[in-house]
């Protein structure tokens, strides 16, 4: 299993990047539409390029989990998730107290969205430019 110290860092390090570059995005771009207001609405591209980081960072392989409340009331909501250990850089889009980073295992926060897909991680090929942007901003946090 996988240190959550050096997770936990290297979590805090790429969601700093992320937060650095959203300003400097093109609004008109639309393949980066969904993180032009992060962490609001981005929650899947945003869990995508982190599990990609994390596993760069030489902490593993992790998967991308989505899911959604059984009513809807909370709406869909993803993150990333290894052996149990979930790690969500975009829980305060959702209500999440005073954390940019959340990590937990058996959090029954996250069960309430159920699971509907687990995928392994990926960069899209329209993402490619900018993960190589926040990997290395985030390298040099």
């Known amino acids: 299993m996988t240190n959550e110290t050096q997770v ?4 805090k390090r790429f969601r700093a990047a992320l937060v650095q570059v959203k300003p400097t995005l093109d609004q008109n771009d639309h393949r980066l539409e969904s993180l032009h207001a992060f962490p609001d609405g981005s929650c899947s591209e945003a869990s995508g390029l982190l599990a990609v980081y994390l596993a ?3 902490l593993g392989a992790w998967e991308v989990v989505s899911g959604g409340t059984p009513a809807g009331e909370l709406g869909t909501h993803a993150w ?3 052996d149990g250990l979930i790690v969500d850089i975009t829980a ?3 209500g999440w107290p005073n954390k940019d980073v959340c990590i937990c295992s058996g959090c ?8 509907e897909t687990r995928v392994a991680a990926a960069v899209p090929a329209e993402l490619a430019d900018l993960y190589r942007r926040l990997e290395s901003l985030a390298d040099g946090l």
């Open 56 to 58: 760069h960072t030489g």
């Open 92 to 94: 305060s889009q959702q």
């Open 80 to 82: 990333v998730e290894q």
């Open 8 to 11: 936990r860092a290297a979590a």
């Open 108 to 115: 029954s926060w996250h069960d309430q969205f159920g699971e």
